[in-house]
């Protein structure tokens, strides 16, 4: 009996930390991750002294095309004040996520998150799922899903972190 509650006293913990979803104000996960379509890395410490987006999305995602064109749009008009934009692919295959953005034009840096592992971190409860952090990787913002009023949000967002 005593060996069985040793075992569940290990587990538990282990399982609360594997499934903490990133709060406002935490920093935002170190990741090295490839660019999408090459064997170039990118890294979290790459984005310092930025306003960054992170947009986790996977080509399956119907809310997710329509969330990129929004996004590429803002990267457009924010990128010479700072702003990165970082989307970060979570399918199964590296071949899928290239076969869809020959369909959405994005400008914005693209990784690919091989095995889930970053976004197994970040605990995503749905796709999109998107972090706004501020020019020291804090996070100050954070938006599940995609809705109609979101790129108004991101605006309104990044311009306070300007």
Avoid at 23 to 50: C, H, R
Avoid at 120 to 130: G, I, V, Y
Wanted: proline content about 4%.
């Amino acid at each position: 009996m005593c060996r069985y509650f040793l075992i569940l006293c290990l587990f538990v913990p282990m399982t609360s930390w594997a499934g903490a979803k990133l709060k406002v104000d935490e920093k935002f996960p170190e990741y090295n991750l490839k660019e999408l379509g090459s064997e170039k890395k990118s890294t979290k410490a790459q984005t310092k002294g930025k306003v960054v987006i992170v947009d986790f999305w996977a080509s399956w995602c119907e809310p997710c095309k329509k969330e990129i064109p929004a996004l590429n749009k803002i990267f457009k008009k924010y990128k010479a004040k700072g702003l990165l934009v970082v989307g970060i692919n979570v399918d199964e295959a590296e071949n899928t996520a290239k076969d869809f953005l020959k369909d959405h034009k994005v400008d914005f840096l693209r990784l690919y998150d091989v095995g889930k592992k970053l976004a197994d971190q970040c605990a995503l409860a749905t796709m999109p799922s998107s972090f706004v952090l501020d020019r020291t990787g804090t996070i100050k913002f954070i938006h599940a899903g995609y809705h109609d009023g979101d790129p108004a949000k991101f605006e309104a967002e990044i311009k306070m972190l300007f």
